[in-house]
């Protein structure tokens, strides 16, 4: 059976990590209770497992599905729901490059990767970003989901913000709703936008009228 120490030091092996086997799987564990932070309701071990299956499942749109991967694995590795902006994304970005730059990935490769996950806080990519376009799509699944799924992931995204007020949450959630409505696409890889993009926005609209 693959643990996701497993998926995590293969993943990192094929982006070019040096770092011996006792050393990668420490470091996966190390992720692991990060993603595990009691903060966490929907940002957690579950979340990254959807992320690196629909990236596994999809690995073949990616040119470097192994970067893609690592950047799943590290896209919320800084997680505080009372963080301003993007500020998670950004400390999310510099601790991957400061993480596999110990790890021995090459520099290049460790900062394309941080390149990735700063992707995740608008999830607007160039056009020819395939892997770009990959990690915001598996991060945005969630969305295309049947609707108790969905209701459940709202919840969970609530009890993150339990410290936000009513009226103060329902307008900044909203806010979101309309940023991910008004892109071009939800999805970007056509394969994906075909299978999610109308229930997506379906279940985006259907949310925001709750939000009045």
Same mark, same amino acid.
């Given at each position: 059976?693959?643990?996701?120490?497993?998926? !995590?030091?293969?993943? #990192?092996?094929?982006?070019?990590?040096?770092?011996?086997?006792?050393?990668?799987? #420490?470091?996966?564990?190390?992720?692991?209770?990060? !993603?595990?932070?009691?903060?966490?309701?929907?940002?957690?071990?579950?979340?990254?497992?959807?992320?690196? &299956?629909?990236? &596994?499942?999809?690995? =073949?749109?990616?040119?470097g599905p192994d970067?893609?991967?690592?950047?799943? !694995?590290?896209?919320?590795? @800084?997680?505080?729901?009372?963080?301003?902006?993007?500020?998670?994304?950004?400390?999310?970005?510099?601790?991957?490059?400061?993480?596999?730059?110990?790890? =021995? @990935?090459?520099?290049?490769?460790? #900062?394309? @990767?941080?390149?990735?996950?700063?992707?995740?806080?608008?999830?607007?990519? &160039?056009?020819?970003?395939?892997? =770009?376009?990959?990690?915001?799509?598996?991060?945005?699944?969630?969305l295309a989901s049947?609707?108790?799924?969905?209701?459940?992931?709202?919840?969970?995204?609530?009890?993150?913000?339990?410290?936000?007020?009513?009226?103060?949450?329902?307008? =900044?959630?909203?806010? @979101?709703?309309?940023?991910?409505?008004?892109?071009?696409?939800?999805?970007?890889?056509?394969?994906?936008?075909a299978a999610w993009?109308?229930?997506?926005?379906?279940?985006?609209?259907?949310?925001?009228?709750?939000?009045?």
């Amino acid at each position: 059976m693959t643990t996701h120490v497993d998926r !995590w030091v293969r993943a #990192a092996r094929g982006a070019g990590a040096g770092a011996d086997d006792s050393d990668l799987a #420490a470091a996966g564990e190390y992720l692991l209770t990060r !993603w595990s932070e009691p903060q966490r309701q929907y940002h957690t071990v579950a979340h990254l497992t959807a992320v690196l &299956d629909v990236i &596994d499942e999809h690995a =073949g749109l990616a040119p470097g599905p192994d970067l893609v991967r690592l950047a799943a !694995w590290l896209h919320d590795a @800084v997680y505080d729901p009372r963080a301003l902006g993007d500020a998670n994304e950004r400390d999310s970005a510099e601790f991957a490059e400061g993480l596999l730059a110990t790890l =021995g @990935v090459p520099a290049a490769t460790a #900062a394309e @990767v941080a390149r990735l996950v700063g992707l995740t806080a608008g999830h607007a990519t &160039d056009e020819d970003d395939l892997d =770009g376009e990959l990690l915001c799509d598996a991060d945005l699944a969630i969305l295309a989901s049947a609707p108790d799924d969905y209701a459940a992931y709202t919840a969970a995204i609530r009890r993150e913000y339990a410290h936000v007020p009513d009226d103060a949450f329902r307008g =900044g959630r909203a806010q @979101v709703l309309k940023a991910l409505l008004e892109l071009p696409s939800i999805y970007r890889h056509p394969p994906l936008r075909a299978a999610w993009e109308d229930r997506a926005r379906a279940n985006l609209e259907a949310e925001l009228k709750t939000l009045g």
